[in-house]
């Protein structure tokens, strides 16, 4: 059993940047930033390996979110920078046992979420 818990949510000005971390408790592979906005599907933002030598990110996100983890203190970040009213949503980490993966599906842990409200 892993448990997972977001933190670093808020509000914030269009423009401005945002760091959310993850604390994990338990063994942790694969990591992932997924986030929902009202209305719509949870959706992928980004991963990481367990090595942290690996990341994918949306398109949307590209350029501007920044994953990374620290496995001495079994947390994973994402560094949100440039952030637009669009990036408003709930965001959730999760683990899987995958080395990395794009695909909801494939996550078995997931947090409670963490909203991010970004004003224009």
């Known amino acids: 059993q892993v448990q997972l818990v977001e933190s670093g949510g808020g509000l914030v000005q269009a423009g401005g940047s945002l760091r959310l971390s993850c604390a994990a408790s338990g063994r942790t592979y694969g990591m992932g930033w997924f986030r929902q906005a009202p209305g719509k599907e949870r959706e992928f933002v980004a991963a990481i390996m367990w090595s942290g030598l690996s990341t994918t990110y949306a398109d949307s996100v590209k350029g501007r979110f920044t994953i990374s983890r620290d496995n001495a203190k079994n947390t994973v970040y994402l560094q949100m920078n440039s952030l637009k009213p669009e990036d408003t949503a709930v965001y959730y980490c999760?683990?899987?046992?995958?080395?990395?993966?794009?695909?909801?599906?494939?996550?078995?842990?997931w947090g409670q979420g963490t909203q991010v409200t970004v004003s224009s």
């Open positions: 999760a683990t899987t046992r995958r080395l990395v993966s794009t695909t909801t599906s494939e996550y078995e842990y």
